[in-house]
C-alpha cells in the first residue's frame, strides 16, 4: 500500500458507474492535487448502458461495451479496491466493505446504480433473474444461448418483466439474437415463444404516445406475446402466474422492474426518498450530509428530479468532478442544472432505431438512427481508451 502523507485527504468513490467512470477521467486529465483517490467497485469492467442492448442481440463484444476501471485508476492513479461497500460509518467518516478494512475518507462519492425491485411473491426472488447486477444477468443469458445453440429443435419460452424502455429493448433485442441462432441450425423460428408483462396500459412509459404506439405494434408485429396491465405476483415451477389469475408457462423470466436501492443508505444514517435513494441537492451533496455527493440512479435529485436513466449518469459526471474538487479544496460547490429533455435513440434489435425528444419522435425503424447511435456509443466509450501514461500496476491496485 502507498505510505500516506499527513497533509492527504482522501476521497473515495463508491460504485464504478457512469458519473464515476466520467468523474475519474477528469481527475486523470486534470490532476488532483493533495487528494489520494480510492475507487471501490465490485466489478473491473463496468457496462455502458447504451451499448448492453447491443450486446445481447450479438452486435457488441463483451469489450466494446465496458469501462475498463482497472485502466482508468491506474491514469489518474487512484487506488482500486475490488469490493463491495454494506455500510458508511458517517460519524467516522468510513466506508465499511465486505472484504478490507475500513476506508477513511475526507470526501466521499457514491454512484452504485439501482436494481430491478423484485416483489416478495413465491418463486420469484428463486426464480426470477433481475437484469441488473448485469454480470449475473450476462451469465444467465450466456446459459440461454448455449441451451438455444446446443437444442436449437426444443421449444424455448421466455418472459420479459416490465414494459419500460429497458424491457422492450431487451425483448426486441433478445428475440433478434435468438433467430438468429435459430436460423443459423435451420429451426423454425416458432421455437422461441416471447411473453412481455407489463402492469401498465401502455409500454414505453416515460416516452410520446407516438412512441409508445410504434413500440407496442413492433412488439405485436414480432409476435411478442404482449399481457398489459398483468402484474406478475408468483413463479409456479414454469408458471408465471399473474394477480389477474393468468398463468403463462416460461422456462425463464427476466425482470426490468422499478429501481430499487439498497438499505444500507439508509440504515448508515443518509436522508434518503421513499424508494431508499439518497436525496441530493442541486451540488449532488447529500441533503443531510454535505461530504456525501451522490450521482447517476442511486441519486434521487430533489430539486429538479429525473427518470433513471444512463444518459443524466453520464451528464453529472463533470459537475460531480468539480464539485469533489471544490470539497476536497475547501471551496463552495456549484449547482447543477441537468437538461429537462434529453434525445433517446431506442434501438428495435436489427440495427435499426427510433428516435424519441420529449414529445417529438421520428417512428420509422431506421437503420441511419441505428448508425448514428452506434457512431455515438463508440465515441463515448473511446474517450477511456485515450487516456494519459499510466502508472505501474501495483501503485494504482489496492490490495
Ligand atoms: C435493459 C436496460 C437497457 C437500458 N438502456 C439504456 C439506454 O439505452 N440509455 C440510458 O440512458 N439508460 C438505459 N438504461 C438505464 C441505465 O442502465 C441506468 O440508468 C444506468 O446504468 C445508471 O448508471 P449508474 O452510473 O447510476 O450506475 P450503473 O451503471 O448501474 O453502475 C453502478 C456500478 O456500481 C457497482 N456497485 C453497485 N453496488 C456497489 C457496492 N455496494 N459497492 C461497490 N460497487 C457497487 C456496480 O457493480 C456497477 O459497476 C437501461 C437499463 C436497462 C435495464
Known amino acids: 500500500m502507498n505510505r500516506q502523507k499527513p497533509s492527504e485527504k482522501h476521497l473515495v468513490l463508491i460504485g464504478g458507474g457512469h458519473s464515476h467512470a466520467i468523474a475519474l477521467r477528469q481527475f486523470a486529465l486534470h490532476p488532483l492535487a493533495g487528494v489520494r483517490i480510492i475507487l471501490i467497485s465490485e466489478q473491473i469492467n463496468t457496462p455502458y448502458s447504451g451499448m448492453l442492448p447491443g450486446h445481447i442481440a450479438g452486435h457488441?463484444?463483451?469489450?466494446?461495451c465496458h469501462i475498463d476501471l482497472q485502466l482508468l485508476t491506474q491514469a489518474v492513479p487512484a487506488q482500486f479496491y475490488v469490493d463491495r461497500a454494506i455500510a458508511?460509518?458517517?460519524?467516522?467518516?468510513?466506508?465499511?466493505?465486505?472484504?478490507?478494512?475500513?476506508?477513511?475518507?475526507d470526501g466521499v462519492s457514491i454512484d452504485i446504480g439501482s436494481t430491478p425491485q423484485l416483489p416478495q411473491g413465491t418463486g420469484i426472488l428463486d426464480y426470477g433473474v433481475p437484469v441488473k447486477?448485469?454480470?449475473?444477468?450476462?451469465?444467465?443469458?450466456?446459459?440461454?444461448?448455449?441451451?438455444?445453440?446446443?437444442?436449437?429443435?426444443?421449444?424455448?419460452?421466455l418472459g420479459i418483466v416490465g414494459g419500460g424502455a429497458g424491457g422492450v429493448e431487451l425483448a426486441l433485442t433478445i428475440q433478434h439474437r435468438l433467430h438468429q441462432i435459430l436460423q443459423g441450425a435451420h429451426q423454425p423460428l416458432n421455437h422461441l415463444t416471447m411473453h412481455l408483462f407489463h402492469r401498465g396500459t401502455q409500454v414505453m412509459t416515460g416516452h410520446n404516445a407516438t412512441i409508445r404506439d410504434r413500440f407496442h405494434q413492433i412488439l405485436m408485429a414480432r409476435g411478442i406475446h404482449l399481457h398489459l396491465q398483468e402484474t406478475v405476483v408468483q413463479i409456479d415451477g414454469d408458471q408465471m402466474v399473474c394477480e389477474s389469475g393468468l398463468?403463462?408457462?416460461?422456462?425463464?423470466?427476466?425482470?426490468?422492474t422499478g429501481a430499487a436501492a439498497?438499505?444500507?443508505?439508509?440504515?448508515?444514517?443518509?436522508?434518503?426518498?421513499?424508494?431508499?435513494?439518497?436525496?441530493?441537492?442541486?451540488?449532488?451533496?447529500?441533503?443531510?450530509?454535505p461530504q456525501v455527493l451522490a450521482a447517476g440512479d442511486i441519486a434521487a435529485m430533489v430539486v429538479s428530479p429525473r427518470p433513471k436513466a444512463g444518459v443524466f449518469a453520464v451528464r453529472q459526471g463533470k459537475p460531480l468532478a468539480a464539485n469533489l474538487r471544490r470539497l476536497l479544496q475547501g471551496k463552495s460547490l456549484q449547482a447543477y442544472q441537468p437538461?429537462?429533455?434529453?434525445?433517446?435513440?431506442?434501438?428495435?434489435?436489427?440495427?435499426?432505431?427510433?428516435?424519441?425528444?420529449?414529445?417529438?419522435?421520428?417512428?420509422?425503424?431506421?437503420?441511419?438512427?441505428?448508425?448514428?447511435?452506434?457512431?455515438?456509443?463508440?465515441?463515448?466509450?473511446?474517450?477511456?481508451?485515450?487516456l494519459p501514461a499510466r502508472l505501474p500496476r501495483h501503485l494504482a491496485m489496492g490490495k
Not at 465486505?98 to 475518507?105: K, L, R, S, T
Not at 421513499?274 to 451533496?285: A, M, N, P
Not at 436489427?350 to 419522435?361: E, T
Open 262 to 289: 439498497p438499505s444500507w443508505l439508509k440504515e448508515s444514517g443518509l436522508s434518503t426518498d421513499e424508494q431508499g435513494f439518497i436525496q441530493v441537492g442541486s451540488t449532488l451533496q447529500s441533503l443531510s450530509h
Open 339 to 386: 437538461q429537462s429533455r434529453f434525445l433517446s435513440l431506442i434501438s428495435t434489435g436489427d440495427r435499426k432505431a427510433l428516435l424519441s425528444w420529449g414529445s417529438l419522435a421520428f417512428d420509422h425503424e431506421s437503420a441511419g438512427l441505428w448508425r448514428w447511435k452506434d457512431a455515438i456509443d463508440r465515441q463515448f466509450m473511446a474517450q477511456f481508451r485515450r
Open 247 to 256: 398463468r403463462v408457462g416460461c422456462d425463464r423470466s427476466f425482470w426490468v
Open 60 to 64: 457488441y463484444t463483451a469489450a466494446d
Open 88 to 105: 458508511l460509518d458517517l460519524e467516522e467518516q468510513r466506508v465499511i466493505c465486505a472484504n478490507h478494512p475500513p476506508v477513511p475518507f
Open 133 to 157: 447486477p448485469w454480470q449475473q444477468f450476462l451469465q444467465e443469458w450466456q446459459q440461454v444461448i448455449d441451451q438455444v445453440t446446443q437444442h436449437p429443435d426444443q421449444p424455448l419460452s
